[in-house]
């Protein structure tokens, strides 16, 4: 059973000053909580924000505890690139469009622009500090394109000739290229802005360094949970699973269902011809599962994929997010001039960083059958930045007791037992010349 791990994170160290290090809001767990949430990256930061401010007053839980096995927000979130980027024409024209059919594919596209919408919103009505900038970006031309979704939707602009293509991009061997709406943050500032937020303002109790081993039926007539940690237990009407890559762990019937993928990404600082007045303008998906993206702050350029460099048995499964792969690292270092023209032969590399998310076709958001006040948001595919603040709002209405029609999300997302009962035969996402078996 694997567990989160301490170790240093590249977003951590920028983030030092935050008051939330080691927080932890009682000296001990409170014996009794409306709602506990495991789990304080992105996901069960949004869920509790969402909790704690949005739907009728009276359908609000009194009292939110949220555990964290680290420090706060120092998994996954803490240590993706930031790319807040609708996938508006691969992912929906694959292997999502094969098996849930148009009418979903079409859902998912416009929740993942909604996802953009919704966190440029927050980010703007809680003045929020996390180097937001809204963009377009640039993508490679994808391996299969449905033009009779995203282009004839007008969300993807073409650039179908090889000379525009290159001068627009700065990518010297592009023979075409793809333009999208996108943006782009530093996901731990946003992350512990809601956090602090939640538990200044209204009130929720953080507990950091507590990790949980088990959760279990609570000993009632009137049901509820017994979270039990390394600190003691609480007990708790609802339970909130934003435990992304270690779901299986407390949940084993996602074995199989949810897998752990090291992902690495690297910070970089840029050559002279692609910093100050010539940064770049957009962000970029490059080739499959290539990203990036040029803080604004600084210039520092964050770079994320390369995972053909090395075997897929390295990353699936792998929950070590403490060390980078070497090999990996030296394909991150050359991917940058290989792909622009006029970078030179060093590309600057600052740190690199290991990254584990969870692995599936499509994210599990709602509540678990057969489990009564237990819910889930995790799965999002290593896509997270485009996907969870929408299904954070929609898990926070269905636990106040709204509808899954009133959450506006995909039907396909719903953890439900048919999904569950579909085991680990469904569905190949390529990585490159390699395929990683995931359930859909």
């Not at 509808?403 to 995909?410: A, F, H, R, V």
Request: proline share 7%; charged share 20%; with cysteine.
């Amino acid at each position: 059973m694997d567990y989160p791990r301490p170790n240093p994170s590249f977003r951590l160290q920028l983030t030092r000053k935050s008051p939330l290090l080691g927080h932890r809001t009682t000296d001990t767990l409170p014996d009794k909580t409306d709602v506990t949430i495991i789990g304080s990256g992105l996901s069960g930061a949004a869920t509790a924000y969402f909790l704690l401010t949005a739907g009728p007053e009276d359908r609000r839980p009194r009292s939110v505890t949220l555990l964290e096995a680290r420090e706060a927000c120092d998994g996954a979130t803490a240590r993706n690139g930031g790319h807040c980027r609708p996938d508006c024409y691969r992912g929906a024209s694959d292997s999502i469009y094969a098996d849930f059919g148009q009418e979903q594919a079409l859902k998912i596209i416009q929740n993942e622009m909604d996802t953009l919408n919704l966190v440029e919103e927050i980010i703007a009505k809680e003045g929020i500090d996390c180097d937001f900038w809204r963009a377009f970006s640039y993508g490679a031309p994808p391996q299969t394109l449905s033009p009779h979704l995203t282009l004839n939707l007008g969300i993807v602009t073409p650039i179908l000739d090889p000379t525009q293509a290159r001068e627009t991009t700065r990518c010297q061997a592009a023979l075409a290229a793809y333009k999208c709406p996108a943006g782009a943050l530093f996901p731990r500032k946003l992350v512990l802005h809601l956090l602090g937020l939640c538990a200044e303002k209204y009130g929720m109790n953080l507990q950091t360094r507590t990790p949980v081993r088990r959760v279990v039926p609570r000993i009632s007539s009137a049901g509820g949970w017994r979270v039990e940690t390394d600190r003691g237990t609480v007990e708790t009407e609802t339970v909130v699973y934003a435990t992304n890559a270690y779901t299986a762990t407390l949940l084993p019937e996602f074995v199989g269902h949810i897998w752990p993928f090291k992902g690495q990404c690297a910070a970089v600082v840029p050559p002279e011809a692609y910093a100050g007045p010539n940064m770049f303008r957009e962000t970029y998906g490059l080739a499959p599962g290539d990203y990036l993206i040029q803080r604004p702050t600084d210039g520092v350029i964050i770079l994320g994929g390369r995972r053909r460099s090395v075997p897929v048995e390295r990353l699936l499964s792998n929950t070590d997010d403490a060390h980078v792969d070497p090999q990996r690292m030296e394909a991150l270092k050359k991917a940058l001039p290989r792909y622009f023209a006029g970078w030179g032969e060093d590309s600057g590399l600052a740190v690199g960083e290991g990254l584990v998310h969870a692995w599936t076709d499509i994210p599990y958001v709602g509540e678990l059958h057969d489990k009564p006040g237990a819910f889930i948001c995790a799965g999002h595919h290593g896509h997270g930045m485009a996907r969870v603040m929408t299904c954070a709002r929609g898990l926070a209405t269905l636990i106040q007791g709204g509808s899954w029609e009133s959450t506006g999300l995909p039907e396909c997302f719903r953890p439900t037992r048919e999904r569950l009962a579909r085991s680990r035969q469904v569905a190949t996402h390529n990585i490159g010349k390699q395929e990683v078996i995931a359930e859909a």
